[in-house]
């Protein structure tokens, strides 16, 4: 990719003003402009998202969601797994993402993959359950965002899996056993972070193990693009629904 393409990109990032009513015209207003080169840039900046993917199991005949999922590039992760899916959405408020996911999916064959422009907080499946639901730096961005993961909650099956990566601060005084951060991150990741209504927050990680029973919980950093010295703390996890087995 370009530097002319990344500049585009920190454009849209730190000086495009992002304007809407409300947040599905937020969202669009913010990725209308770079969804063309979204997910090159995006491959450099959001760290993780491969291993959580392969670190699902992939349930025979099941229905996978991917909440926020934007242009689809998530499932190419999973590519060779993907036809052994019955089911496959990719729920989004943009539909200049959701263009680019429709495009993906018909190259690659997958008609049981959908595009789906819908509300995180709210969609379900047809098919009244799903197997696995994956957030992928999506929770920074949904405002109500303990209302997508109870919407995840309500739509898993009884030990259906719940997948997520995003970046977060810890909180203060964080749990035993868990990464604490100190005031300089506290700070300034959500400050930096804001001014594209992205919230890191110290509490998703908490809400997460107090509705799922924990399977993978990983803290770390990584690099930003063209910012050398600084590293942005993300996390990945990976929960089960108490009450069984999925698909039993």
Same mark, same amino acid.
Request: aromatic share 10%; no cysteine; proline share 5%.
């Given at each position: 990719m370009s530097l002319l393409s990344d500049l585009k990109i920190?454009? *849209?990032?730190?000086?495009?003003?992002?304007?809407? !009513?409300? *947040?599905?015209?937020?969202?669009?207003?913010f990725y209308s402009g770079q969804a063309t080169a979204y997910d090159d840039f @995006? @491959? @450099?900046?959001? *760290?993780?998202r491969e291993e959580l993917f392969q670190r699902i199991e992939i349930p025979d005949g099941g229905v996978w #969601?991917?909440?926020?999922?934007?242009?689809?590039?998530?499932?190419?992760?999973?590519?060779?797994?993907?036809?052994?899916l019955a089911s496959a959405y990719v729920v989004d408020l943009a539909s200049s993402l959701l263009s680019v996911a429709e495009e993906r999916f018909e190259k690659h064959?997958?008609?049981?993959?959908?595009? #789906?422009?819908?509300?995180?907080?709210?969609?379900?499946?047809?098919?009244?359950? %799903?197997?696995? #639901?994956?957030?992928?730096y999506s929770l920074t961005m949904i405002p109500d965002w303990f209302a997508a993961i109870e919407n995840a909650l309500r739509m898993l099956k009884p030990?259906?899996?719940?997948?997520?990566?995003?970046?977060? #601060?810890s909180r203060k005084? %964080?749990?035993?056993?868990?990464t604490r951060h100190g005031w300089f991150t506290r700070t300034f990741w959500p400050t930096w972070f804001a001014s594209d209504n992205v919230f890191p927050s110290p509490d998703h990680l908490p809400f997460l193990r107090s509705h799922f029973d924990t399977e993978l919980c990983h803290e770390?950093?990584? !690099?930003?693009?063209?910012?050398?010295?600084? @590293?942005?703390?993300?996390?990945?996890?990976?929960?089960?629904k108490s009450g069984g087995l999925a698909g039993s």
């Open positions: 920190l454009y *849209h990032l730190a000086l495009r003003p992002v304007r809407g !009513k409300d *947040h599905a015209e937020r969202m669009e207003s @995006r @491959r @450099r900046l959001l *760290h993780g #969601v991917d909440l926020g999922g934007g242009t689809g590039s998530n499932l190419e992760f999973i590519h060779q797994d993907v036809p052994r064959g997958w008609q049981h993959v959908h595009a #789906v422009e819908a509300d995180a907080t709210r969609w379900q499946p047809t098919e009244g359950a %799903a197997d696995v #639901v994956t957030f992928s030990g259906g899996i719940i997948g997520v990566v995003d970046f977060y #601060v005084h %964080a749990a035993e056993g868990s770390s950093r990584s !690099k930003v693009p063209y910012i050398p010295l600084i @590293r942005t703390p993300f996390y990945q996890f990976i929960g089960r």
